[in-house]
């Protein structure tokens, strides 16, 4: 496989170059300002360095739309997804770290049956962020509910991307870019901010 491949996935990419998309590349600053934001919150930085890889992943894929850089993207976004599923049981359910990881395999199999319906990553991730609103309560139902929708909204920016090029040659991708820095900015404040009140709740110990 020749990594360093050209790849044209994108409306406004017309040509190879490093600013061959400008919108999409500069609009990976949501990413950047959303790992800044959680990086202040209290046992936020995990999420923030995740968010982080997930800028530089996506920025040089628009940057240099290459094969490795491609590669980069999507696998620094199934990072984040994996430790989010991870920590996901354990913060809001206390369920044991040790126990908490086989939610990644359980996810893994999950995608593979919704990809083998016509599905992927993103969907799975989008039907995730309902159940989570479903089974909690209060503040965080509220939070995970407004992700998945704005998740939705999203997803469909991102699906209308080639549908739009003859009317709008920019393409929507940047939008899908600009809705998923507050996607993470939610869930990770989300999960920082219940780590941080389980923190609170322990007991001490002298």
């Not at 996506?58 to 997804?81: M, N, Y």
């Not at 799975?124 to 939705?152: N, P, Q, T």
Request: charge should be positive; proline fraction near 3%; include cysteine.
């Amino acid at each position: 496989m020749n990594w360093t491949e050209y790849l044209d996935g994108y409306c406004e990419r017309l040509a190879p170059g490093l600013w061959g998309e400008p919108l999409n590349s500069l609009s990976n600053l949501a990413f950047l300002i959303a790992a800044i934001a959680v990086w202040r919150q209290p046992k936020g930085r995990v999420f923030a360095v995740l968010i982080g890889l997930v800028f530089l992943g996506s920025t040089a894929f628009h940057l240099l739309a290459t094969r490795w850089s491609a590669a980069a993207d999507t696998g620094f976004i199934l990072v984040f997804v994996l430790y989010y599923a991870a920590a996901f049981p354990h913060l809001f359910f206390g369920v044991s770290r040790r126990l908490s990881w086989l939610a990644i395999p359980l996810f893994l199999a999950f995608t593979a049956v919704v990809a083998s319906l016509g599905g992927g990553l993103y969907l799975s991730a989008l039907i995730g962020l309902v159940v989570f609103a479903i089974i909690l309560k209060g503040e965080h139902r509220r939070r995970f509910a407004l992700a998945a929708g704005v998740f939705g909204v999203s997803l469909s920016f991102r699906t209308a991307d080639h549908t739009v090029c003859g009317n709008f040659p920019a393409g929507t991708h940047f939008v899908w870019h600009l809705l998923n820095g507050l996607v993470l900015y939610l869930t990770a404040t989300a999960a920082a901010k219940r780590a941080a009140s389980r923190l609170d709740a322990a007991p001490s110990q002298s």
